[in-house]
């Protein structure tokens, strides 16, 4: 499963929102679509997995939604310290990720 | 805490090998999928390969295999990757994770290898 991440790069204001979206070639499981963020230096942090669910600490101003081929992760109240790479993932057989989009606050 | 710690990166020559460890603490090592992702420079993520709790299940993705080869001892709460017949764009660094349902919960911060002559 190819998933196919856009926009390539988001620049945003403080205190806006972001949309990010996440399409795969196939169907994938709500269950089974997760996403990341990372920063410069350091390794991945789980955000959102099971499509809508946020990972333990992760604040409410990030939700994901979405279903079948179409997904999307929201970062409402955009701060600085949002600035990152995020990575959508899914597991169909084996597990792929998208290829990332450069969040710039 | 929960952490991972990665270790066993370094520079090696094309056609070389390298086995990558992985501690995990804060946590019931036994009782998760494990996983290898890595990310070659200033490029994305890359599943590589994970492993079923008692290691009876293994998966490997089809760039690394015949060549690699995820193992895990729960007695020493670590996984490997043993890596052979390295390539030049084998390079990256090498995360391990802990799994939950079809996501990756825990990181660690990764070793770096270097495939080059």
């Known amino acids: 499963v190819v998933l196919t991440q856009s926009p390539g790069t988001l620049s945003l204001s403080p205190g806006e929102r972001a949309t990010l979206s996440c399409r795969a070639s196939q169907s994938v499981s709500s269950s089974h679509l997760a996403w990341y963020q990372q920063k410069p230096g350091q390794a991945p942090r789980l955000l959102i997995y099971g499509a809508s669910s946020r990972a333990t600490g992760i604040p409410d101003r990030f939700s994901g939604g979405g279903s079948g081929t179409d997904f999307t992760l929201t970062i409402s109240r955009l701060e600085p310290e949002d600035s990152a790479v995020y990575y959508c993932q899914q597991h169909v057989n084996r597990y792929t990720f998208g290829q990332g989009t450069k969040l710039e606050i | 805490e929960v952490q991972l710690v990665e270790s066993g990166g370094g520079l090696v020559q094309p056609g070389g090998s390298l086995r990558l460890s992985c501690t995990a603490s804060?946590?019931?090592?036994?009782?998760?999928?494990m996983t290898w992702v890595r990310q070659a420079p200033g490029k994305g993520l890359e599943w590589v390969a994970n492993?079923?709790?008692?290691?009876?299940?293994?998966y490997h993705v089809d760039s690394v295999k015949g060549r690699f080869t995820i193992s895990r001892d729960n007695a020493r709460n670590s996984l490997y990757l043993q890596m052979n017949s390295l390539r030049v764009e084998d390079t990256a660094v090498y995360y391990c994770a802990k799994e939950g349902f079809y996501y990756m919960d825990v990181w660690g911060k990764g070793t770096t290898v270097t495939v080059s002559s």
């Open positions: 804060g946590f019931t090592f036994s009782t998760y999928w």
């Open positions: 492993i079923k709790q008692d290691g009876s299940d293994k």
